[in-house]
Protein backbone atom coordinates (compact mmCIF):
# COMPACT_ATOMS: atom_id res chain seq x y z
CA UNK A 1 0.00 0.00 0.00
CA UNK A 2 1.00 3.52 -0.56
CA UNK A 3 1.66 6.07 2.58
CA UNK A 4 -1.79 7.99 1.38
CA UNK A 5 -4.03 5.20 0.54
CA UNK A 6 -2.87 3.81 3.68
CA UNK A 7 -3.78 6.76 5.89
CA UNK A 8 -7.15 7.04 4.21
CA UNK A 9 -7.74 3.19 4.83
CA UNK A 10 -7.31 3.94 8.49
CA UNK A 11 -9.32 7.29 8.20
CA UNK A 12 -11.96 5.14 7.19
CA UNK A 13 -11.91 2.66 10.36
CA UNK A 14 -11.97 5.40 12.16
CA UNK A 15 -15.58 6.91 10.17
CA UNK A 16 -13.68 10.29 9.08
CA UNK A 17 -15.13 9.79 5.87
CA UNK A 18 -18.04 11.62 6.90
CA UNK A 19 -15.76 14.26 7.85
CA UNK A 20 -14.71 14.84 4.85
CA UNK A 21 -18.01 14.11 3.24
CA UNK A 22 -18.85 17.19 5.11
CA UNK A 23 -16.44 19.33 5.18
CA UNK A 24 -16.39 19.01 1.03
CA UNK A 25 -19.70 19.74 0.44
CA UNK A 26 -19.91 23.10 -0.54
CA UNK A 27 -17.21 22.75 -2.82
CA UNK A 28 -18.57 19.81 -4.57
CA UNK A 29 -22.03 22.02 -4.75
CA UNK A 30 -20.52 23.98 -6.34
CA UNK A 31 -18.88 21.51 -8.96
CA UNK A 32 -22.38 20.57 -9.15
CA UNK A 33 -23.78 24.21 -10.06
CA UNK A 34 -20.57 23.89 -13.12
CA UNK A 35 -22.26 20.75 -14.29
CA UNK A 36 -25.87 22.48 -14.75
CA UNK A 37 -24.59 25.95 -15.96
CA UNK A 38 -21.11 24.93 -18.61
CA UNK A 39 -22.34 21.97 -19.94
CA UNK A 40 -25.36 20.19 -21.58
CA UNK A 41 -23.69 16.68 -20.83
CA UNK A 42 -26.05 16.28 -17.99
CA UNK A 43 -29.43 16.78 -19.75
CA UNK A 44 -28.83 13.98 -21.95
CA UNK A 45 -27.50 10.06 -20.72
CA UNK A 46 -24.15 10.63 -19.73
CA UNK A 47 -21.24 8.13 -17.71
CA UNK A 48 -19.55 9.28 -14.61
CA UNK A 49 -16.08 8.50 -12.73
CA UNK A 50 -15.18 9.32 -9.78
CA UNK A 51 -11.14 9.23 -9.20
CA UNK A 52 -10.74 8.84 -5.18
CA UNK A 53 -14.42 8.01 -4.77
CA UNK A 54 -13.60 7.99 -0.74
CA UNK A 55 -17.24 6.53 1.09
CA UNK A 56 -18.84 7.08 -2.53
CA UNK A 57 -20.35 9.95 -1.51
CA UNK A 58 -20.54 11.90 -4.87
CA UNK A 59 -21.24 8.75 -6.86
CA UNK A 60 -24.57 8.50 -5.24
CA UNK A 61 -25.39 11.69 -5.73
CA UNK A 62 -24.68 11.58 -9.05
CA UNK A 63 -27.01 8.94 -9.22
CA UNK A 64 -30.05 10.94 -8.53
CA UNK A 65 -29.75 12.70 -11.67
CA UNK A 66 -31.93 9.98 -13.86
CA UNK A 67 -29.58 11.07 -16.84
CA UNK A 68 -26.57 9.21 -15.44
CA UNK A 69 -26.74 5.72 -16.61
CA UNK A 70 -23.35 4.50 -15.19
CA UNK A 71 -21.45 5.43 -12.09
CA UNK A 72 -18.21 4.22 -10.90
CA UNK A 73 -15.84 4.97 -7.94
CA UNK A 74 -12.50 4.29 -7.48
CA UNK A 75 -10.44 4.26 -4.57
CA UNK A 76 -7.46 2.57 -3.22
CA UNK A 77 -8.41 2.19 0.44
CA UNK A 78 -10.40 -0.80 1.00
CA UNK A 79 -12.26 0.15 3.80
CA UNK A 80 -13.54 3.89 2.04
CA UNK A 81 -14.76 1.01 -1.05
CA UNK A 82 -16.71 -1.46 1.98
CA UNK A 83 -18.32 1.38 2.78
CA UNK A 84 -19.49 2.36 -0.56
CA UNK A 85 -20.76 -1.04 -1.37
CA UNK A 86 -22.81 -1.26 1.60
CA UNK A 87 -24.38 2.17 1.02
CA UNK A 88 -25.24 1.56 -2.54
CA UNK A 89 -26.06 -1.10 -4.39
CA UNK A 90 -26.63 0.85 -8.15
CA UNK A 91 -23.03 2.45 -8.05
CA UNK A 92 -19.48 0.64 -9.02
CA UNK A 93 -17.18 1.07 -7.00
CA UNK A 94 -13.13 0.17 -7.74
CA UNK A 95 -10.80 -0.56 -4.73
CA UNK A 96 -7.30 0.33 -6.47
CA UNK A 97 -4.57 2.11 -7.10
CA UNK A 98 -5.57 4.90 -10.03
CA UNK A 99 -2.07 5.14 -10.75
CA UNK A 100 -1.77 1.09 -11.90
CA UNK A 101 -5.64 1.12 -12.98
CA UNK A 102 -5.79 1.08 -16.98
CA UNK A 103 -9.86 2.88 -16.92
CA UNK A 104 -12.21 0.76 -18.66
CA UNK A 105 -14.84 3.00 -20.29
CA UNK A 106 -15.54 6.19 -22.12
CA UNK A 107 -16.77 8.95 -19.67
CA UNK A 108 -18.72 11.95 -20.38
CA UNK A 109 -17.47 13.24 -17.04
CA UNK A 110 -14.04 12.63 -14.94
CA UNK A 111 -14.70 13.93 -11.82
CA UNK A 112 -12.26 13.92 -8.41
CA UNK A 113 -12.46 15.79 -5.10
CA UNK A 114 -9.31 16.36 -3.08
CA UNK A 115 -7.32 13.79 -4.64
CA UNK A 116 -4.85 14.84 -7.82
CA UNK A 117 -2.09 15.62 -5.42
CA UNK A 118 -1.63 12.59 -4.26
CA UNK A 119 -0.45 11.07 -7.24
CA UNK A 120 3.23 10.48 -8.05
CA UNK A 121 2.77 10.73 -11.52
CA UNK A 122 0.50 13.14 -12.42
CA UNK A 123 1.05 13.54 -15.95
CA UNK A 124 0.26 9.86 -16.63
CA UNK A 125 -3.12 9.69 -14.51
CA UNK A 126 -3.99 13.20 -16.68
CA UNK A 127 -3.09 11.17 -19.86
CA UNK A 128 -5.54 8.59 -18.94
CA UNK A 129 -8.29 10.67 -17.86
CA UNK A 130 -7.97 12.73 -21.03
CA UNK A 131 -8.21 8.89 -22.96
CA UNK A 132 -10.97 7.51 -21.39
CA UNK A 133 -13.05 10.61 -22.02
CA UNK A 134 -15.86 10.77 -24.73
CA UNK A 135 -15.31 13.87 -27.08
CA UNK A 136 -16.61 17.06 -25.44
CA UNK A 137 -16.18 15.35 -22.36
CA UNK A 138 -15.74 16.76 -18.61
CA UNK A 139 -12.96 16.40 -16.58
CA UNK A 140 -12.90 18.16 -13.33
CA UNK A 141 -11.41 18.22 -9.72
CA UNK A 142 -11.24 20.44 -6.49
CA UNK A 143 -8.40 20.40 -4.71
CA UNK A 144 -7.42 22.23 -1.41
CA UNK A 145 -3.64 21.64 -1.45
CA UNK A 146 -1.51 24.09 -3.74
CA UNK A 147 0.96 26.14 -3.66
CA UNK A 148 -0.96 29.00 -2.76
CA UNK A 149 -2.84 27.53 0.15
CA UNK A 150 -0.72 28.12 2.81
CA UNK A 151 -2.48 26.35 5.75
CA UNK A 152 -2.19 23.45 3.14
CA UNK A 153 1.63 22.88 3.21
CA UNK A 154 1.96 21.40 5.77
CA UNK A 155 -0.58 18.30 5.65
CA UNK A 156 2.23 16.45 4.80
CA UNK A 157 3.91 16.18 8.46
CA UNK A 158 0.68 16.53 10.22
CA UNK A 159 -1.37 14.03 8.59
CA UNK A 160 1.04 11.40 7.44
CA UNK A 161 0.88 11.89 3.39
CA UNK A 162 3.10 12.20 0.68
CA UNK A 163 1.63 15.33 -1.41
CA UNK A 164 2.62 16.90 -4.68
CA UNK A 165 2.56 20.47 -4.40
CA UNK A 166 1.54 22.41 -7.59
CA UNK A 167 0.41 26.18 -8.04
CA UNK A 168 -2.54 27.31 -9.89
CA UNK A 169 -0.49 28.17 -12.91
CA UNK A 170 1.20 24.88 -12.95
CA UNK A 171 -1.88 22.87 -12.29
CA UNK A 172 -3.38 24.97 -15.60
CA UNK A 173 -0.45 23.88 -17.63
CA UNK A 174 -0.37 19.92 -16.53
CA UNK A 175 -4.01 20.23 -17.78
CA UNK A 176 -3.08 21.98 -21.14
CA UNK A 177 -0.02 19.95 -21.66
CA UNK A 178 -2.57 17.09 -21.50
CA UNK A 179 -4.41 17.59 -23.83
CA UNK A 180 -7.35 19.49 -22.39
CA UNK A 181 -9.46 22.82 -23.96
CA UNK A 182 -10.75 25.14 -22.51
CA UNK A 183 -9.25 25.20 -19.45
CA UNK A 184 -11.02 27.07 -16.49
CA UNK A 185 -10.49 27.64 -12.77
CA UNK A 186 -12.42 29.25 -9.66
CA UNK A 187 -11.55 29.45 -6.53
CA UNK A 188 -14.54 29.07 -4.12
CA UNK A 189 -14.92 29.53 -0.26
CA UNK A 190 -11.59 31.75 0.47
CA UNK A 191 -11.32 32.86 3.50
CA UNK A 192 -8.63 34.62 6.11
CA UNK A 193 -5.44 32.57 5.47
CA UNK A 194 -7.12 29.86 3.45
CA UNK A 195 -7.07 30.67 0.09
CA UNK A 196 -9.96 28.33 -0.68
CA UNK A 197 -10.39 25.28 -2.90
CA UNK A 198 -9.17 25.34 -6.53
CA UNK A 199 -11.82 23.88 -8.57
CA UNK A 200 -10.27 23.24 -11.95
CA UNK A 201 -11.83 22.10 -15.53
CA UNK A 202 -11.72 21.37 -18.72
CA UNK A 203 -13.02 19.40 -22.30
CA UNK A 204 -11.92 17.18 -24.30
C1 LIG B 1 -9.04 13.39 0.81
S1 LIG B 1 -9.78 11.87 0.39
C2 LIG B 1 -11.21 12.43 -0.55
C3 LIG B 1 -12.29 11.40 -0.66
C4 LIG B 1 -13.56 11.87 -1.38
N1 LIG B 1 -13.28 12.31 -2.73
C5 LIG B 1 -14.26 12.94 -0.60
O1 LIG B 1 -14.29 14.10 -1.05
O2 LIG B 1 -14.78 12.66 0.51
C6 LIG B 1 -8.72 11.22 -0.85
C7 LIG B 1 -9.05 9.82 -1.30
O3 LIG B 1 -8.18 9.46 -2.38
C8 LIG B 1 -7.78 8.12 -2.19
N2 LIG B 1 -6.48 7.96 -2.87
C9 LIG B 1 -5.32 8.64 -2.66
N3 LIG B 1 -4.36 8.21 -3.50
C10 LIG B 1 -4.92 7.23 -4.26
C11 LIG B 1 -4.44 6.40 -5.31
N4 LIG B 1 -3.17 6.47 -5.74
N5 LIG B 1 -5.29 5.49 -5.84
C12 LIG B 1 -6.58 5.39 -5.40
N6 LIG B 1 -7.09 6.16 -4.42
C13 LIG B 1 -6.27 7.07 -3.85
C14 LIG B 1 -7.71 7.92 -0.71
O4 LIG B 1 -7.83 6.56 -0.34
C15 LIG B 1 -8.88 8.78 -0.22
O5 LIG B 1 -10.07 8.04 -0.06
Redesign the pocket.
Known amino acids: M?I??DT?NNWALLDK?KG??RG?ASSVSKIFEIFESESSIINIPFKFLDL???NG??VRKILENRNCTYALG????PE?IKKARNLDSIGEYLNI???DWTFNKDYDIIFS???FY??KDLESVLKKVYNNLNDNGLFIIGIDHYLENKPSLTWDKEFNLSLNTLSINDWVSKFKISGFKNVQYIIHDKKEDWNGTLILYGYK
Do not use: K, Q
Open positions: NNIFDMEHGCGWVVDGAMNIEMETYF
